[in-house]
């Protein structure tokens, strides 16, 4: 069994940002790279959903989306993708790659799963959400003027296992720890798969190769 809490030795710090990346654009990228240094991560893991259990079917098929962000993240040592859901049958729950996860870490390495305000907000209707807990970590990206609805299973949670961002080497699972990152880049990629239908410009919105791969694949056009 992991140990949740008082860990009293500093451990390596693994996040996982799990997404359609449909199409991974600057926004997935500059937060990933961001939270690596805020919080001294040893690396933060790309994770493409391969079957969306909350969500309609992705404009580009699981191995386009897996190349894209492969050919974004080139070159970059703190960035890694993980292909574990893409080459999974079974639907994307994010207690299932954690589960992966932690059989391939071990007990001492402190997971971290990465999700917006908003999604946090649900949190408690995700499947098996209490397991998840054990599992890892939850890194929230907040938002100025959001709130968790008071009274809620959600704000007890929040209030129940808030942490500061410097105890999270310390715990390997468990704790929540609310993050503002420096840059909120408010890139859409339903936008970016608009402007590709309607034959205009993506450029600046994603990483060049990404936008020539799109297009060189007719992706989002029809």
Known sequence: MLSEMNVKQAHKLIAVMGGTFDPVHNGHLRSALELCQLLGLAEVRMLPCHQPTH???PGASSEQRLEM???????????VVDDREILSDRPSYSVYTLESMRNEYGP??????VMGIDAFASFSRWNQWERILKLANLV?????GYQL????????????RHIRPEQLPYQLAGGIVPVSLPSQLEISATYI???LFRGQSAR?????C?????????????
């Open 55 to 57: 969500r309609s079917r």
């Open 69 to 79: 962000l492969e050919l974004a993240i080139a070159g970059e040592e703190a960035l």
């Open 108 to 113: 001492e390495t402190g997971l971290c799963w």
């Open 140 to 144: 929230v990206l907040t938002r100025p």
């Open 149 to 160: 609805s008071p009274g809620s299973v959600e704000a007890q949670i929040w209030q129940a």
């Open 193 to 195: 798969r608009q402007q």
């Open 204 to 208: 600046y919105l994603l990483p060049e």
């Open 210 to 222: 990404v936008l020539s791969y799109a297009q060189a694949h007719a992706l989002y056009r029809c």
